[in-house]
């Protein structure tokens, strides 16, 4: 080995780890954010968002780098490099969806859409990653937080946002569909019309068959049948944004909870579907929620949920709880849940 090689390889090997350790730093953040947004349908969600994009431009700029990190890895009798590859594999296809999805060359893949390919696409990247990370260890150094190392990754960041919002300018200026697109990201369908508005759920629920007759609801203390519900006649103009990527903008009639659930002095209110499916909502909430048995002047149809299905103003679609059954209200505190779903 002659000199030259020696002073230069360890130089080289300090670059790729710092590209490594930034991929890590950014996949965190993108993760992060990506979830931030689907946790709002207000303006954190576009906050989120920006930062979001910002991170995906930057993770876009560093595969050429990355690239170069992964030949040479592949070269080595690694254990387990086929993973490494099957990880390179989802966050492309991650990355390829939510530019599809935020340009809007293609917004549904047959009963799927981009939006459901590139979450899915990342949560099943997650184990993967973290095996990646701990399998593959980059030394951590003291020179990696330099001051010049941090205006580095500051500059490339900023880069990578200046990408971003010139390519919002470009899909506005060419008139791509994503210039439509909500601050939340997501598409208009079928606003007040009913029949034209997409059914979907958060994760595995069916829909259910329910009886009208046989039907009750639970709620402050007594049994309500589908008529005495249907008598109900609190009006709301209310936006559903699905994390799926759409939003839909209806005229939804119904019961507000607070007259069902009465003056309880409890901390919260659980809502149930009949397929297992809950949220709960702080007690000072229930004036604004609606337990909506209709939607555009006419009774739910099943996939929207009937017998009622609640509105959630300003609430991302996974809080609308479909199929309701029970109405409860508790003195356990309000985000005594998973953040998320799990059903
Ligand atoms: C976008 C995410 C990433 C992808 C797609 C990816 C992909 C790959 C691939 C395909 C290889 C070569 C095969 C192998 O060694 O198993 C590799 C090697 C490696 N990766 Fe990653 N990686 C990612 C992120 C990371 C992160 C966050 C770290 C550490 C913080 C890391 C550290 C390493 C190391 C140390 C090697 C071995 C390089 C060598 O042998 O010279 N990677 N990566
Ligand atoms: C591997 C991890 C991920 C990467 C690399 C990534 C990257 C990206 C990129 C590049 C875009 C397009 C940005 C644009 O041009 O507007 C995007 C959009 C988006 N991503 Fe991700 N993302 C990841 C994971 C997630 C996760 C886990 C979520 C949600 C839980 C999420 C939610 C979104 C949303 C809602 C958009 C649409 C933004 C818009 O249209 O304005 N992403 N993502």
Redesign the pocket.
Known sequence: MNSRTSVWRPVAIARGARTNLALLAL?SA??LT??M??AYATAPARWS?VL??A???A??ALLPWKSMIARRGLGRPWPGRWASVLLGVL?LV??VA??L??TGLLVYIGPLTA?DF??GA??A?VPLAIWHVVARRVRVRATDLSRRNVLRGGAAVAGAAAA?AA??LVVRATGMP?AA?RF??SYEAGSFEPGLMPVSSWMFDAIPRVAQETWRLAAGGREWSYDELFAFDDRLTATLDCTGGFFSTQEWAGARLDRLIGKAGSASIRVVSSTGYDRRFPIERAGSLLLATRLGGQALDQGHGFPARLVVPDGRGFWWVKWVSAVEADDLPHWWQSPFPLQ
Do not use: D, N, P, Q
């Open positions: 996949l993108v993760f990506g979830w947004a689907f968002l979001h994009a991170g995906g431009f993770i876009l966050v991650s990355l939510g530019l999805h935020s939006m590139h979450v990342a949560i990247a971003y390519s919002e994503g697109r939340t990201g």
